[in-house]
């Protein structure tokens, strides 16, 4: 919805690029709240946008998909049950159309992780997190499967860990470079970890692409 961006959904679609947004809910009041005033609206018309090139129709081949984590330092609710009612609720006052909703735990890192801390809620988000670790998320947590790539073509073992800037581990570079992939078998290399994990491994699981649970 940016000056000079009006082009995007249909060179997405050219491209077939799977968009994936993120929409924090379904209701003005609390993306308002959350994002700032009129970041709803504008959510919506893109969404509108995408909806018009053909993306998230039945039987097309665009890919559309939707992204929830809590503002508030809580666990998601299950991934399915939260899809269904964005999907009601969007088609029924927008007639908006997407393939999946993706639920996402919040990563007490960065800007949140400084929120946390600043409402003495840090502690008690940690706790949650801790006590809701499940084993069988090990795996299928994205970092085993993923990299994460930076402007510049470094690599990392997830976007938090770009985040964080831990390095992989296994290397004699402090940041190894995407071309490495090319020369280096990185099967089986050791991953960075830190407390932040508790967040990929905790109730349902949570990765760029949704719930873990029941995942292959």
Not at 54 to 77: F, H, K, Q, R
Not at 88 to 114: C, K, T, V
Not at 135 to 146: E, I
Request: glycine share 10%.
């Amino acid at each position: 919805m940016e000056p000079g961006y009006e082009d995007l959904p249909q060179f997405f679609a050219d491209n077939q690029i799977v968009v994936v947004a993120s929409m924090p809910c379904y209701q003005e009041q609390n993306v308002d709240r959350q994002r700032g005033k009129g970041v709803y609206a504008d959510s919506i018309a893109g969404l509108l946008k995408l909806n018009l090139v053909g993306y998230g129709a039945p039987g097309s081949s665009l890919e559309l998909n939707l992204v929830y984590n809590p503002d508030d330092p809580i666990l998601p609710p299950n991934q399915q049950t939260l899809e269904n009612d964005y999907k009601r609720e969007l088609r029924q006052d927008h007639g908006i159309e997407f393939n999946q909703l993706f639920a996402l735990a919040n990563m007490p890192i960065s800007r949140y992780g400084a929120r946390l801390l600043a409402k003495n809620q840090y502690t008690g988000y940690m706790t949650l997190l801790r006590d809701a670790f499940e084993v069988g998320n090990l795996a299928t947590v994205m970092c085993r499967s993923l990299i994460s790539v930076d402007y510049q073509g470094f690599v990392y073992d997830c976007d938090f860990n770009q985040m964080l800037e831990l390095p992989l581990i296994g290397t004699d570079k402090i940041k190894p470079h995407l071309r490495e992939l090319l020369s280096t078998d990185w099967n089986g290399a050791p991953i960075s970890v830190g407390e932040h994990c508790y967040g990929c491994t905790a109730g349902q699981g949570s990765s760029c692409g949704g719930a873990l649970a029941g995942a292959e």
